[in-house]
């Protein structure tokens, strides 16, 4: 089908008049409802009214003070109707089920497996096939001046000029094989064709050929070899295990967090309850006082020397309720339990106690187990190998490149597709071709450059290697020094609290005997309280501690009855081997 002029036209208005209004679709314009959207969220800085968003009016200092003055506060029961029950082995365990980093991390593996698999593919053969029919009406066509020799005195040396007469033509074209390429780096095809060729007018002439060729192409030096074209694919193999590596680490790292929310939501409820006992011992002591001040047992001063100490140690415990809220908030979101929203009013009851026992270890055998069992000297030791591959890899494409050809054909021709393919078989037509060709760079910078920059990647990761060793000894040894430092911490600690708690007693029965004050009786009060904070801090930090020691080594902490094996990362990911 020709096109007239004026589609022709047409079409040249149509593509100037998109050009001109910018046509959207030409240009990859985004949807226009979308852009809007967009803009909106990108061009003003919003606000937020606090008035709008609030449920009720907003009330005053000197409201919520008339309405607590004097009043003793209401404290949330340790152990309400929507706690949940949960220890060490079900914060690991839901953890590795539910945590959403470690989704995130568990796909790497499977992603690069597939890495893989798209590698070891390179060797996969192909099948290939093309089909084609053509048809011709030629008119007269002038062609050469040609010179003729023959034997004939007439023709000899005469010179005529060729003409191809008018004539239609069609031709049809079949070809099918095989390319299978060779972890050699050779290519072998197997090609079948089929050509049938006619001459329709002025007279009719068939033809039909069938030919079968194989050939081989191989690489001599640059390109040649099971090592040199498998290169890719153990490359592949060896990041597959460093990601696995990787993966592994991440899970103790997720895990091990996981561990230290539970111990920080565990030191948090146990401040909380110091916090009460002495919003409850101070408001105790403040009704001792009211009763002997209406005795007259004790002058009127000491009211209000007692309200102070529960004014004072009011704003602790406020303190405390919320440091639980936002400790139990994060042991929440790192388990994403199911049911259980940030904000619901499960209370999760942590009911593996510490373990309080002092460790004495070899240091230097801890420091050899750490250089075992980390996944960072692994995963460098993983590098380090593909780095190996990586120089020889270049080394082998800074070499000249030569490639021995070679090929065998068989042809015949006959009146059928069918007679011609049986024909060709008798071997009475072959061709065969055996070629070298090669290449040789002139300066060969570009390889020889490559290949340093792979002798010094491989360098300065074994530098690395040197200091990253150094690096994980320097962490055993500290944690152990921190772990020491923190039971000596709760050693003295829990010396102060027996000797606070007992002046205490001491001060009080002092108070009701008349030998003390008030603002005294508290002074002491205040110490056996940060006494006992100081023992709680010091136990959550020498749990923590200990899960740093057993991350150091690259391992978890083992807990009586809870990991006496090791603990799967997750179905279809295999620690790197």
Same mark, same amino acid.
Request: with cysteine.
């Given at each position: ?6 589609? $022709? ?53 000197? %409201? +919520? ?24 082995? %079900? ?9 959403? %980093? ?30 084609? *029919? ?13 010179q ?10 005469a ?27 050779g ?5 079948n ?22 050939? *081989? ?15 890719s ?22 895990? /091990?967090? $996981? ?15 110091v ?7 101070a ?5 001792l ?12 001063? !000491?009211?209000?020397? /007692? ?34 929203? #940030? ?5 999760? %009851?942590?009911?593996?106690?510490? !373990? ?5 270890v ?21 590098? #380090? ?18 490639? #021995? ?5 068989v ?9 011609a ?10 061709e065969l ?12 910078? $570009?390889r020889?450059?490559?290949l340093?920059?792979?002798?010094? !990647? ?6 690395t ?5 150094? /690096? ?40 009701? !005997?008349?030998?003390r ?9 205040t110490?056996?309280?940060d ?25 978890l ?5 809870? +990991? #006496? ?7 279809g ?5």
């Amino acid at each position: 089908m020709q096109s007239t002029p004026s589609s $022709a036209a047409a079409l040249l208005l149509l593509l100037v008049s998109c050009a001109q209004t910018g046509c959207a679709t030409w240009r990859g314009e985004l949807d226009d409802r979308h852009n809007r959207r967009v803009a909106e969220h990108v061009r003003d800085i919003r606000q937020t009214d606090l008035r709008e968003l609030s449920k009720a009016p907003p009330r005053t200092v000197q %409201d +919520d003070l008339e309405s607590t003055q004097l009043r003793r506060k209401t404290l949330p029961a340790p152990e309400t109707p929507a706690a949940l029950p949960l220890s060490i082995a %079900d914060v690991r365990m839901t953890t590795l089920r539910n945590n959403l %980093d470690l989704d995130v991390f568990f796909l790497e593996p499977k992603l690069a497996a597939t890495v893989v698999s798209e590698e070891v593919a390179k060797f996969d053969a192909t099948l290939f096939g093309s089909v084609a *029919y053509q048809r011709k009406d030629l008119p007269s066509l002038d062609s050469d001046l040609v010179q003729f020799t023959s034997e004939s005195k007439e023709l000899d040396k005469a010179v005529a000029k060729l003409t191809q007469i008018e004539q239609t033509k069609e031709a049809l074209s079949l070809d099918v094989g095989v390319n299978v390429p060779l972890p050699t780096g050779g290519v072998v095809r197997l090609r079948n064709t089929f050509d049938e060729s006619n001459k329709l007018s002025p007279q009719r002439f068939e033809q039909y050929v069938a030919g079968l060729k194989f050939s *081989y192409s191989q690489p001599l030096l640059r390109g040649a070899g099971v090592q040199a074209n498998t290169a890719s694919i153990r490359l592949a193999r060896l990041s597959a295990q460093t990601v696995g590596a990787t993966t592994k680490l991440s899970a103790i790292r997720v895990l /091990a967090g $996981a561990e230290k929310a539970y111990w920080r939501a565990y030191g948090a409820r146990r401040m909380l309850d110091v916090r009460a006992q002495q919003y409850n011992l101070a408001f105790d002591n403040l009704e001792l006082v009211r009763k002997r001040v209406a005795e007259g047992l004790s002058p009127s001063i !000491e009211i209000t020397r /007692a309200e102070v100490g529960v004014a004072a140690r009011l704003e602790g415990l406020i303190v405390a309720e919320t440091n639980l809220r936002i400790q139990q908030r994060e042991l929440k979101r790192v388990l994403n339990l199911e049911g259980v929203s #940030l904000d619901s009013p499960t209370m999760l %009851d942590m009911t593996t106690p510490p !373990e309080l026992l002092r460790w004495e270890v070899d240091r230097n055998q801890l420091a050899h187990l750490a250089l075992d069992n980390r996944m960072e000297m692994l995963e460098l030791e993983l590098k #380090l190998a593909a780095n190996a591959l990586k120089v020889d890899l270049a080394r082998n494409r800074a070499l000249p490149l030569f490639v #021995l050809d070679f090929s065998y054909g068989v042809l015949d021709r006959q009146g059928s597709f069918g007679s011609a393919w049986r024909g060709m078989w008798d071997f009475d037509n072959t061709e065969l071709s055996v070629g070298l060709r090669g290449e040789i760079p002139v300066t060969n910078d $570009a390889r020889e450059s490559q290949l340093r920059r792979a002798v010094l !990647e491989r360098t300065q990761r074994m530098a690395t290697r040197a200091q990253r060793k150094l /690096a994980i000894q320097q962490e055993v040894y500290d944690a152990l020094d921190v772990l020491d430092q923190n039971w000596q911490r709760i050693i003295a600690a829990r010396q102060n609290v027996i000797v606070s708690g007992t002046n205490y007693e001491a001060e009080l029965k002092q108070f009701e !005997e008349g030998l003390r004050t008030m603002r005294e009786v508290l002074e002491v009060l205040t110490q056996l309280g940060d006494a006992q904070i100081r023992e709680i801090n010091a136990i959550v930090a020498y749990q923590i501690a200990q899960i740093d020691l057993a991350f150091a080594t690259g391992t978890l902490l083992g807990y009586a009855h809870v +990991d #006496l094996a090791p603990i799967p990362l997750a179905d279809g990911v295999d620690e790197p081997g």
